[in-house]
């Protein structure tokens, strides 16, 4: 049984940093395309960065470059988002997903991802 595991959110100032976790289980990751969306409140899931399978050079989002980071750690089966330099609009649910056959040009497509995590709640507020 696959599942993601997201942790890591919560209350920070604006300007401020944090870092959220997705777990694996019942997959191996290297093997897979993993993937960080978020998704603001009656809205659809938002890109902003993946990994391709077998990558370790992140894709990300035009709003997040020099500000976020994805890394992966093979070994422990989880993947990161580094987010530095919050801004309040980054203020959403954060879902990490994976999809083992995607292709390069699908890893924006939230609809091409058959798993994901429950989310986690990242607020930037003063």
């Known amino acids: 049984q696959v599942q993601l595991v997201e942790s890591g959110g919560g209350l920070v100032h604006p300007g401020g940093s944090l870092r959220v976790s997705c777990l694996l289980s019942g997959r191996t990751l290297s093997l897979n395309t993993v993937a960080w969306f978020r998704q603001a409140p009656a809205k659809g899931r938002d890109f902003v960065a993946a990994m391709f399978r077998g990558s370790y050079t992140p894709i990300y989002e035009d709003s997040v470059k020099g500000r976020f980071t994805m890394s992966r750690d093979n070994a422990k089966n989880t993947v990161y988002l580094q987010m530095n330099s919050l801004k309040p609009e980054d203020t959403t649910l954060y879902y990490c997903?994976?999809?083992?056959?995607?292709?390069?040009?699908?890893?924006?497509?939230?609809?091409?991802?058959?798993?994901w995590g429950q989310g986690t709640q990242v607020t930037v507020s003063s």
């Open positions: 997903a994976l999809d083992e056959r995607l292709i390069l040009s699908s890893v924006r497509n939230a609809d091409q991802y058959d798993y």
